[in-house]
């Protein structure tokens, strides 16, 4: 990854991990569980004491290299056999850039993982659409109905 990119605290973490900002900020923590789980889901980002997850955590290195531009990265992975299988993705701002329906529908499905409303989500829509006129209460009711059921 970009050096710049590398630098963020807790890119390079290998655990022991303990809440799940650890592991969304881990670099090989999140190799580790693709790799051998399949694309993540927030339950899986809480499963800290998966004992082939961490193992291949620890195997996992970070890289800052300049020559990777900031927001794409560039993954190797060095088979038994020596093999090497190189994966680069390009990807610029644009590729970020979602419509305010494309990010409710995004946050909508992360949602669905934890189990939560999807009132809670469609309720902070309105409240980003149209401050003044949700008001702060419908605001604080969808983060009162959401916050007992997240996982930590």
Not at 12 to 21: E, L
Not at 65 to 91: H, K, Q, Y
Not at 130 to 136: E, S
Request: hydrophobic fraction near 40%.
């Amino acid at each position: 990854m970009n050096p710049y990119e590398c630098g963020y605290a807790g890119m390079d973490s290998k655990g022991p991990f303990s809440t799940i900002g650890g592991t969304l900020m881990s670099i090989p923590f999140c190799v580790a569980q693709t790799l051998l789980r399949g694309a993540p889901s927030m339950a899986m980002m809480t499963d800290y004491h998966d004992a082939g997850i961490n193992a291949l955590v620890k195997r996992v290195d970070l890289v800052a290299d300049a020559s990777v531009p900031v927001l794409c990265c560039r993954i190797e992975l060095r088979l038994t056999g020596g093999e090497i299988l190189t994966e680069i993705c390009n990807m610029t701002a644009s590729n970020y850039a979602w419509s305010f329906e494309e990010l409710q529908e995004r946050l909508v499905r992360t949602a669905g993982q934890e189990e939560l409303p999807a009132d809670c989500i469609a309720d902070l829509g309105a409240f980003c659409r149209d401050p003044q006129g949700t008001g702060v209460a419908a605001l604080n009711e969808a983060f009162a109905k959401a916050r007992p059921l997240i996982r930590r």
